[in-house]
């Protein structure tokens, strides 16, 4: 039997039909080169018969070059018509796409229901259908739409759906679990017992409406299939199709089926972040192998075990995937937790005295509503403030705020005066905002003296009420997300006062950004920053 499965990627037609995930011409084809680059095998591009935007995907996708195999998505034809005034037929053959996934009714309540047709002309719909794309040459992978319920209902109508797409010479059958309800020993036992009924290679589709969709495909799998459907990050109606992300690790590192090579399953986490990044869709932590937290270790004994051995808390080394393993810093942490970090950063603190007293600071700031999961950051300032560093490049003498309505609206302005070793900088800034027009003003006020401050900007930007009770008086928690275009930081404050927590968190980011290139210079006078000093 062989041991290679076939990667089947539906992101950017399946994917697309989940709430709030829309996608450009132009994000399509960036979305494709990645997938290409990660070795799946078909890349299912859209409808090209049922939108103008998928036409012209199609179009410009011919000259891609992919290694893939480009598939176009499409029915059968229309009941009692002809294959060869089937629009939507006439769209996949005109495509360009080298393989066609057609789609079918096997339950035959939805033969009756959605379709109104007899269960005969169903089978002949399929045949027809698929007969006449292969006339025409392409690859047909015909998809049995809701057959584990079909079977379920009535085994010999959805085994005959099946025959009609094999005899009229389908190249791949997929059994879709279309309404996600099905469970994994169903799954595995009606693969099995349809195996022995069809000679034509099998494939999985599976949703994830009762959270099986990886598992349902695990077991379809085992019991023979070998083409597994699915999209990056899970996307897909409802609550989503089967996890890419998820599927080929454990394929491939659990259960020694091979799907990518070594090299391309190392690049699975970054193409999970991009597509996310692409489709503007927030991208789970604790999502399995490529999330950031799925390799992140709070507390404190789990942190000292994995510096003994990472096997201890880690079913994988998270390279094989291309993620990093992260030991967090939190009120939870101890020594270990401490050095890991520090380790992490270049940085020596083996006296056990001072991560003592890094534990507590942090215990005591976290306590006042800091939080440093999430804000690695700050956490570093912290960690290079107790071991020494000066990290504050710059000294803050003053800011001031000012918002004035006008005909035009709201206009805020910042006024910002700085300190650089020992000479003042007085800027004045516009925002659409207060927080935005401090961002202006103190990266006017620093730029004639670090230059490169030009290439960092806010990415993200969030406010969280910490205690509710006190209303308008409330203590808010701002994380900020910044990146100079190479990578990603993010930086905490904590005040009563948003524009201040702002203004911390916004600093605290600026000066990651510089430590790297300016870390040797010397500062006139030190100002607090969120670490040892008090705020």
Known sequence: MSRSITIFDTTLRDGTQGEGVSLTVEDKIKIARKLDA??????????PGGNVKDAEFFRRAKELDLRATLTAFGSTRRKNSQCEQDANLLGLLNSGARAA???GKSWDFHVHTALQTTPEENLAMIGESVAFLKRHGMEVIFDAEHFFDGFKANPGYALAVLKAAQDAGADWIVLCDTNGGALPGEIGEIVTRTLQEIRT??????????????????????AGARQVQGTINGYGERCGNANLCSIIPNLQLKMGYHCVSDDQLAMLSSVARYVAEVANMHMPNNQPYVGVSAFAHKGGIHASAILRDPKTYEHIPPERVGNQRRVLVSELAGHSNILSKAQEMGLDIRDESTSRRLIERVKELEHQGYQFEGADASLELLLRDACGEDVRIFKVISFKIIVEKTEKGLVSEAIVKIDVDGREAYTVAEG??????????????????????????LTDYKVRVLDEQNATASKVRVLIESSDFKEKWSTVG??????EASWEALVDSIRYALIGKEKNRRIVEAEPVNGLSNH
Request: proline share 4%; aromatic share 2%.
């Open 38 to 47: 990660l070795g799946v095998h078909y890349i299912e591009g859209g409808i």
């Open 201 to 222: 290679p099998i494939g999985i589709h599976t949703h994830n409406d009762g959270e099986l969709a990886v598992a349902n495909t695990l077991a379809a799998v085992a």
């Open 101 to 103: 996934t057609l789609v």
């Open 494 to 499: 904590v005040s009563a006062n948003v524009i």
């Open 432 to 457: 659409n905002g207060p927080v935005n027009a401090l961002d202006n003003a103190l990266r006017k006020a620093l730029v004639q003296h670090f230059p490169d401050i030009r290439d960092v900007h």
